[in-house]
């Protein structure tokens, strides 16, 4: 690993301040699980760290009835697997931390950092995509918030800009319920082979047709990818086996996945049919439950 310079930022002021300083030379340190790594790995040899995991403004979980959920990003993946807020009103994503890698990562990675990282693998990205989630974005003298949607530009890349923090992730709560997250990996907490996320609602008229839906597709594609042509397919029908075997086919032959160790392209397309069949009927399971 490289020298380096290293900055404990005290507050989102500071750090938005150092970050206009030395622009695209820093990198954010808010867990570390990656940027430590790549470091080690000497893929990057950033000349500024700047350190905001002693942010405690940016380490929170709040609910209310009218507005949703608040995740501060310097929230842990722990903190989220295991709040009572997230199990009872927002239990996809309790369930999809529980699988992603071991406890001590969870214990110390962190939402924002998991986020900005933009791993093609990450589970989160594609629950919270299917929560329609949005993100803030805090720079020295600016704020945004932005869908996730158009958060992710590429492989590890982002519209988030060099004097900027991603600071809360924000879930509507018209989204509570009719959701699942689910993956296939050589073991339950490795990276995702392929992974989906789906959340679906039903009509109040009918519990046999679909009101609206979302399939997010993680680890097949360069970032996380909504597949429309799947979706539409599906919104306002009649949910069938047949309707759900047809939109899974749909899923198979819109992602691009690339051979490697884990397996052919043909296997990860057959492997995605099999589990978006399994995570609509699952969704619209739930779904009846609300």
Same mark, same amino acid.
């Given at each position: 690993? !490289?020298?380096?310079?290293?900055?404990?930022?005290?507050?989102?002021?500071?750090?938005?301040?150092?970050?206009?300083?030395?622009?695209?030379?820093?990198? @954010?340190?808010?867990?570390?699980? #990656?940027? &430590?790594?790549?470091?080690?790995?000497?893929?990057? #040899?950033?000349?500024?760290?700047?350190?905001?995991?002693?942010?405690?403004?940016?380490?929170?979980?709040?609910?209310?009835?009218?507005?949703?959920?608040?995740?501060?990003?310097?929230?842990?993946?722990?903190? @989220?697997?295991?709040?009572?807020?997230?199990?009872? $009103? =927002?239990?996809?994503?309790?369930?999809?931390?529980?699988?992603?890698? #071991? &406890?001590? &990562?969870?214990?110390?990675?962190?939402?924002?950092?998991?986020?900005?990282?933009? !791993?093609?693998?990450?589970?989160?990205?594609?629950?919270?995509?299917?929560?329609?989630?949005?993100?803030?974005? *805090?720079?020295?003298?600016?704020?945004?918030?932005?869908?996730?949607?158009?958060?992710?530009?590429?492989? =590890?890349?982002? %519209?988030? $800009?060099?004097?900027?923090?991603?600071?809360?992730?924000? &879930?509507?709560?018209?989204?509570?319920?009719?959701?699942?997250?689910?993956?296939? /990996?050589?073991?339950?907490?490795?990276?995702?082979?392929?992974?989906?996320?789906?959340?679906?609602?039903?009509?109040?008229? #009918?519990?046999?047709?679909?009101?609206? %839906?979302?399939? @997010?597709?993680?680890?097949?594609?360069?970032?996380?990818?909504?597949?429309?042509?799947?979706?539409?397919?599906?919104?306002?029908?009649?949910?069938?086996?047949?309707?759900?075997?047809? /939109?899974?086919? *749909?899923?198979?032959? !819109?992602?691009?996945?690339?051979?490697?160790?884990?397996?052919?392209?043909?296997?990860?397309?057959?492997?995605?049919? @099999?589990?978006?069949?399994?995570? %609509?009927?699952?969704?619209?399971?739930?779904?009846?439950?609300?």
């Amino acid at each position: 690993m !490289d020298q380096f310079k290293y900055f404990p930022a005290k507050d989102v002021e500071e750090a938005c301040a150092l970050l206009t300083q030395y622009g695209e030379e820093a990198k @954010v340190l808010s867990g570390g699980q #990656s940027l &430590v790594s790549m470091m080690k790995q000497r893929l990057i #040899s950033p000349p500024f760290i700047i350190d905001i995991k002693g942010i405690s403004d940016l380490d929170y979980i709040r609910y209310t009835d009218d507005d949703g959920l608040r995740i501060g990003g310097l929230t842990t993946h722990r903190s @989220v697997e295991k709040s009572d807020i997230i199990i009872n $009103k =927002f239990p996809m994503l309790a369930q999809m931390e529980y699988t992603l890698a #071991s &406890v001590a &990562v969870r214990n110390w990675g962190t939402v924002a950092g998991n986020l900005c990282s933009a !791993d093609p693998a990450s589970d989160l990205a594609p629950a919270l995509i299917a929560l329609s989630a949005e993100v803030t974005l *805090t720079g020295a003298a600016t704020k945004r918030t932005v869908s996730l949607d158009d958060f992710f530009v590429d492989s =590890f890349e982002t %519209i988030i $800009k060099p004097d900027e923090i991603l600071t809360e992730i924000h &879930v509507p709560n018209a989204v509570m319920g009719g959701g699942i997250h689910t993956k296939f /990996a050589l073991r339950e907490t490795d990276l995702a082979v392929v992974s989906v996320a789906t959340y679906l609602t039903l009509k109040e008229s #009918s519990h046999d047709e679909c009101d609206d %839906i979302r399939i @997010v597709m993680g680890s097949v594609n360069p970032f996380p990818f909504r597949v429309n042509r799947a979706e539409e397919a599906i919104r306002g029908q009649k949910i069938t086996d047949a309707l759900i075997e047809k /939109a899974a086919q *749909t899923v198979s032959e !819109d992602i691009e996945p690339t051979a490697d160790l884990n397996g052919t392209e043909e296997f990860k397309r057959d492997i995605t049919r @099999v589990l978006v069949q399994r995570a %609509i009927k699952e969704a619209v399971a739930r779904a009846r439950t609300i």
